[in-house]
Structures are given as C-alpha cells and as structure tokens.
C-alpha cells in the first residue's frame, strides 16, 4: 500500500512540473513576434494577434491546418500557410479607426477567434481598432466615468418588448435630485442599438468631454432603429439577403440619390401623413425601418422620461443619427419639432427634406427656424461622397439657414467620422 501510495505521488508531482512547463514550452514554440507591433485593442484577453505596427498594418495568425486558403477580408488579403498549420500575412497600411472584417476559410467567413465581435453588416463580424495618431478623445483615461445600461421597455404601438442602451453621465448616482437632458442617438443601417456604444465608444466621448467641462452632462439613449413589427408588412433586407451596412468597407461609398426630390422623404414617418409603397420607407428602405418615429415619440420617450431623471422640455432633448440614423433624424425632427430642439445629422446619403418645403417650411423661413432649433448640425468624412453632408451644407448657406457643418479630413463613412461628429455635436448641446 505503502509503495503505491508514493508512486501515485511521484506520477501527481511530475504532472504537475509537466503542466506548469507547458505555457513555457509552448511560449518557446511560438515564433518571434513582428517587432515594433502591438496587440489589437479589440483582441479578446490575452490574443496576441492581430496586431499593429506603426504604419498602420495588421498582422495576422491562426491556426486552421486542414484549410486550403484563407483570407482576411482587409484588402483582401491572402494569409500564407506554415509547415505548423498556422497561417499568417500582413495588410496594407489601413485607415485609422474601427474597420469590421472577416476571415474568409475555403470560401466561407468567419469570425476572427482572436477578435472580438460586433454586429454590422446586419450580422456578428470581427473588428480591428487602428490607433490615429495624436487623437485620443474615445480613449478610456483617468476620469470619472458613467455608465451604460441596459433597459427594457414595452412598445405599445407596435406590440413589441425592446431593448435600448442609455449612457448615464459619472455624477448621475451622486445627486439624486438632479435632471439631466437627453440626446437620442441613431446608428447606421446594418448595426444595431449596440453600435454606438461598443464602436462608437460614446461612453468614453462623453466621459471625457464632461471631465474637460467641454460637455454638459447628458443622457445619452441608443435604441434599435428597426423594429420587429416591420417584418409582418415586409421581409427586411439581411434576412437572407445581402443588407446595405451603416459602415461600407474602407473606400466604398453609400448610394448617391440622383436627385433632391429623388433623395427625399418627406419628412414624416409612416403613418403620420407620409405616402409610400406597400412595404417600402424612405429612399426604397424596407418596411422594417418604418414605424420607429412612432416608437420614439410614444413609447421610448415616455418611458425614459419615467424611469431616468430626465429635463422634459423640448430645449432640453436632441436627435443624432450616423446614416441611415440621419435619414431617420431628418424624418422624426421633422415632423416632431415640439419635441427636439437640437438635430444631429452624420453622413446621411439620403433623406434631406430641401430648403424650399423641408421642416413644414420653417427652412424657408431661417428665422423662424432658428429660433426653433438652437442647433442644426451635419458632417460627413472627407473621402464620401458630397450627397452625405457637403452639398446639403451647401444648400443651406445659400438659403441663409444657420447650421453647424463639419467635414472630417480624411475619413470615410465610417466611424472614425461618426466619433469626430458626436464629438463636435455634444459640446454644443443644451447650452
């Protein structure tokens, strides 16, 4: 008994030097990282790849030995098989900021198993931060921060639960007799109330502006602009089909309406007095997207104003929107300007309700509008096309209507653009 009590031993005890050698056995096997990089922020906890190097490029490696071919989906780019099993390879420099992507294996995408995941593109896909030099107003730093919520509200006009996320500023829990104002901010097509908050990086935005006292503290609401309900009229694009996304890959431009009267709606939801085909909602969109105005105004406002302490007044609640968001803040604003005084508008390709009728003709009146909306903001990114923000600034210096324009050099439609616009727009809010 003796002997095979210390038997036992000796096996346990030379099991466990094994498995503690083993990180260090297989550190040794690893080949020699690429120097002067460093992991991906968005890699999950401990992935060494991707990673950056100065110039912006990502390196990557995985291991998928019975694979024929892989591809990361930036710029295409073709990995090289090991004698190992792992495959690797490095892109061309890339643009700074969020890029979605994927690893396309024999054909198929997939998500990267190294990276975290977002939703774009109307489904889970891989992300890549690329760090800009010298910009770091969505970094997480040594602040008082707020918080990100989840909350759970029933819509009565369209019979459906949802969910939205709010951003609560750092002093929110400290003074419980404080109201605070609110901004509702929309993302893009393709992407979902998540957006904002995991690509966009709101939290961190309004965390730091708020510490350099170039913000007011607000509450920020993220809601899905798709609701449920819309199946029921119309299969919305990305239910088996290929679905525009609220950021195109890097260099791909959002459809340009070939004219005014062809790029816009007229300012109402459907149902408050606005006619469209069967099925459809502004610039061709399915039926999916049509009927969250109806969702705002009646039953997510209502039950934020219920539930968060909120300043109820209409110089106390803003709408912004990136892209299809846009579309949908033209729209809402439009037809609710008791309700929002300050409208944010990012790269939005089509929607714009004109200078000669838009806003129930207050565009036309520029005095009146101002006095009805204390901000009037549009942006778009340098290499998009000038339908998304440039032409519709253009249009509004002519007719002498007082707006906010910002074009971020060098940025596409994407969110590097989108984070320079909410950063601009909430430092001019509820002054």
Not at 136 to 152: A, R, T
Not at 212 to 221: N, S
Not at 377 to 401: C, D, F, N, P
């Amino acid at each position: 008994m003796k002997k095979t009590i210390n038997i036992i031993a000796v096996l346990l005890i030379s099991g466990a030097i094994c498995t503690a050698q083993m990180p260090q056995m297989q550190q040794a096997q690893q080949p020699p990282l690429p120097p002067d990089t460093k992991p991906a922020s968005t890699n999950i906890v401990g992935a060494e790849y991707p990673r950056i190097d100065a110039q912006r490029r990502a390196y990557f490696r995985l291991r998928a030995p019975e694979a024929q071919s892989v591809v990361v989906s930036l710029g295409n780019t073709a990995l090289t098989k090991g004698e190992d099993g792992y495959w690797t390879g490095v892109t061309a420099p890339l643009d700074p900021g969020f890029h979605y992507y994927t690893i396309r294996i024999n054909g198929v995408d997939v998500a990267d198993p190294n990276s975290e995941t977002f939703f774009g593109s109307g489904r889970l896909m891989s992300g890549i931060e690329v760090p800009e030099e010298g910009v770091d107003f969505y970094d997480i730093k040594k602040v008082p921060h707020g918080n990100i919520v989840s909350f759970w509200y029933y819509a009565e006009s369209t019979g459906e639960h949802r969910q939205a996320f709010v951003y609560t500023p750092p002093d929110y829990n400290k003074d419980i007799n404080k109201r605070y104002p609110v901004l509702y901010l929309q993302h893009g097509m393709g992407e979902d109330r998540r957006a904002w908050a995991n690509q966009g990086k709101t939290n961190f935005i309004l965390d730091n502006l708020i510490a350099e006292g170039k913000a007011k503290p607000m509450i920020v609401v993220m809601d899905d602009g798709g609701i449920a309900a819309g199946m029921r009229g119309a299969r919305p694009q990305g239910a088996g089909a290929a679905r525009p996304q609220g950021a195109p890959a890097q260099g791909q431009q959002p459809q340009q309406p070939q004219t005014a009267a062809a790029a816009r709606p007229q300012g109402q939801p459907q149902g408050a007095g606005q006619t469209q085909r069967p099925g459809q909602g502004p610039g061709g969109m399915p039926s999916f997207w049509d009927g969250f105005g109806s969702v705002l105004i009646k039953d997510l406002i209502p039950a934020i104003d219920a539930n968060f302490r909120t300043l109820t007044d209409r110089e106390s609640r803003a709408m912004a929107g990136l892209s299809l968001g846009g579309t949908q803040t033209y729209q809402i604003t439009q037809a609710n300007l008791d309700k929002f005084a300050y409208i944010g508008i990012f790269s939005a390709p089509f929607g714009f309700p004109g200078v000669e009728t838009g806003y129930n003709g207050l565009l036309a009146k520029p005095d009146q509008f101002e006095r009805l909306v204390k901000v009037f903001y549009i942006s778009m990114g340098s290499k998009e096309g000038a339908g998304t923000g440039r032409s519709i600034h253009e249009q509004l210096e002519k007719a002498g209507v007082k707006h906010v324009y910002f074009e971020a050099p060098g940025t596409a439609h994407e969110f590097q653009t989108w984070r320079k616009s909410l950063h601009g727009f909430a430092q001019l809010l509820f002054r």
